[in-house]
Nanobody, 116 residues
Framework: QVQLVESGGGLVQAGGSLRLSCAASGNNFGINTMGWYRQAPGKQRELAATITRGGSTNYPDSVKGRFTISRDNAKNTVYLEMNSLKSEDTAVYYC??????????WGQGTQVTVSS
């Protein structure tokens, strides 16, 4: 019922910036918390950032101060602004939406590669 389409990934040098976008379609009325998760090769998927419908955010220590998550409820879109990127940030980034009465929905993922 909810589809998530991600964009904005790519190759960037260490210290650079990227902005990821995730547009939701379908039953957007029921979308609550949204977030970004990332998975590097050979590693488990981990939290990058979450944001509630009201705008409260949460970040792990690994990205705190460098990443900023935001959302536009009118456009049904969530963003992830990534600054001061490090090689350790290289991963596939997945958009997530917690949908009322349905559960978690995931995007297809977008590759972010940070070169040294």
């Amino acid at each position: 019922q909810v589809q998530l389409v991600e964009s904005g990934g790519g190759l960037v040098q260490a210290g650079g910036s990227l902005r990821l976008s995730c547009a939701a379609s379908g039953n957007n009325f029921g979308i609550n918390t949204m977030g970004w998760y990332r998975q590097a090769p050979g590693k488990q998927r981990e939290l990058a950032a979450t944001i509630t419908r009201g705008g409260s955010t949460n970040y792990p220590d690994s990205v705190k101060g460098r990443f900023t998550i935001s959302r536009d409820n009118a456009k049904n879109t969530v963003y992830l602004e990534m600054n001061s990127l490090k090689s350790e940030d290289t991963a596939v980034y997945y958009c997530n939406a917690n949908v009322q009465w349905i559960g978690s929905c995931w995007g297809q993922g977008t590759q972010v590669t940070v070169s040294s």
